[in-house]
């Protein structure tokens, strides 16, 4: 996967970069930031971002359903960019990804926080919360 669309078993995928120094693009490291349609509904994956994103970086994202949010790393991204990128893309569905011991806290920035009692859900464009909403398992 790169910058771009990219084809994963017919997947199309768009790989958009983000830089630890937004200044100085490719110095200090490169982090790329997937998003994807499927069943009707958009995913982002967020990877290891340490900054808000930018107008271009929004734009070449597009609309989010479902976001996949670093919590607890890297330790450059604190709750507040957090909770400024999920404003920024407007998820419908924030689930955190990373050191489960920071989720709680990040979780407890939301008005909405869904706790399924299993391991696993299906989720579908139909059942999405209207307002955004933190899933913690």
């Known amino acids: ?8 078993a017919g997947l199309r995928i768009r790989g958009v970069p983000t830089y630890k120094n ?5 110095e200090g490291g490169m982090n790329l930031v997937f998003a994807w349609s499927l069943e009707g509904m958009r995913f982002c994956f967020l990877g290891n971002i ?31 960019s957090r909770r400024t990128i999920a404003a920024q893309l407007s998820p419908r569905l924030i689930v955190p990804m990373g050191r489960p011991e920071a989720f709680p806290a ?7 926080v869904f706790r399924p009692r299993k391991p696993s859900i299906l989720i579908s464009k139909e059942i999405l919360p209207v307002e955004p909403m933190v899933l913690l398992f």
Do not use: C, H, Y
Request: without cysteine; aromatic residues 8%.
């Open 22 to 26: 937004p200044d100085r693009e490719g």
């Open 106 to 112: 990040f979780a407890s920035q939301f008005p909405k």
């Open 50 to 80: 340490e900054n808000p994103l930018t107008p271009w970086q929004i734009q070449q994202i597009g609309p989010v359903d479902v976001l996949f949010v670093p919590v607890g790393l890297p330790s450059g991204l604190t709750d507040v």
């Open 1 to 8: 996967m790169g910058i771009g669309t990219n084809n994963a």
